[in-house]
């Protein structure tokens, strides 16, 4: 029986390590996680915020993903895009979702994030 998502494994090149730390700890706010000695040697970044958890693995073909993502639950959604935008990631609000605030933006290596708020409400405070 599933009984919680323990974490999503993210792709990323070689040698991008500090660009993934600058952007999930700088600029998201989250945690770096010890990887343990055996995953260390392969390289790649582990990161937490409170029952969150992304792995950011090393791939060699890499490519970014495009469609495919986490979709991460934040609060004070517009403080936190604001966040992203002062970090000069990019946010970009998307209004489809009923009953959420939402918006998408990428990490330094281009893969997909989406972000979001259920039951939020929009800049003019109607209900999103």
């Known amino acids: 029986m599933l ?69 991460l639950r934040v609060t004070d959604i517009e403080a936190y895009a604001a966040r992203l935008a002062a970090g000069a990631a990019p946010v970009t609000w998307d209004d489809s979702l009923p009953g959420h605030r939402r918006f998408y933006s990428e990490d330094p290596v281009g893969n997909r994030l989406e972000f979001l708020e259920p039951g939020a409400t929009d800049a003019s405070g109607r209900p999103a």
Request: proline share 10%; glycine share 12%; hydrophobic share 40%.
């Open 3 to 71: 009984a919680a998502v323990d974490h999503v494994q993210l792709a990323a090149p070689p040698g991008s390590e500090d660009l993934l730390r600058a952007y999930y700890v700088g600029v998201l706010g989250m945690t770096e996680l010890p990887k343990p000695p055996t995953l260390a040697a392969r390289g790649g970044c582990w990161f937490e915020a409170g029952f969150v958890q992304l792995h950011l693995g090393i791939e060699q073909d890499f490519r970014p993903a495009k469609k495919a993502h986490p979709g």
